[in-house]
């Protein structure tokens, strides 16, 4: 049996402005109309959205290829897809 594999959503990050202590919750399918947040694309999959905490105020770079190693933000794997 195979791992499902997530739809590339772009070969780049996308910049989101985050507020401490707010939970986010990133499209790990890629199928989502609302990347890189989830909007239940998911839903009957092989996929969940991963819930993540802002440890602060600030713009973050969240995983747009959806392979990245730091989920939910860009290690920079999309430059090798």
């Known amino acids: 049996m195979s791992e499902a ?3 590339i959503a ?3 990050s996308y910049p989101i402005e ?4 707010r ?3 990133w499209c790990t399918c890629g199928n989502s109309k609302k ?3 989830c909007d239940g694309s998911h839903k009957g999959g ?3 959205p991963l819930a993540w ?3 602060e105020t600030t713009t973050v ?3 747009g290829c959806k392979h990245t190693g730091k989920a939910p933000l860009c290690d920079g794997k999309h430059k090798s897809l």
């Open 35 to 37: 990347q890189p947040l």
């Open 23 to 25: 939970t986010y919750y």
């Open 53 to 55: 905490t802002a440890p």
């Open 10 to 12: 772009q070969k780049a």
């Open 18 to 21: 985050v507020q401490e202590g």
């Open 61 to 63: 770079r969240m995983c």
């Open 46 to 48: 092989a996929f969940a």
């Open 5 to 7: 594999t997530p739809t």
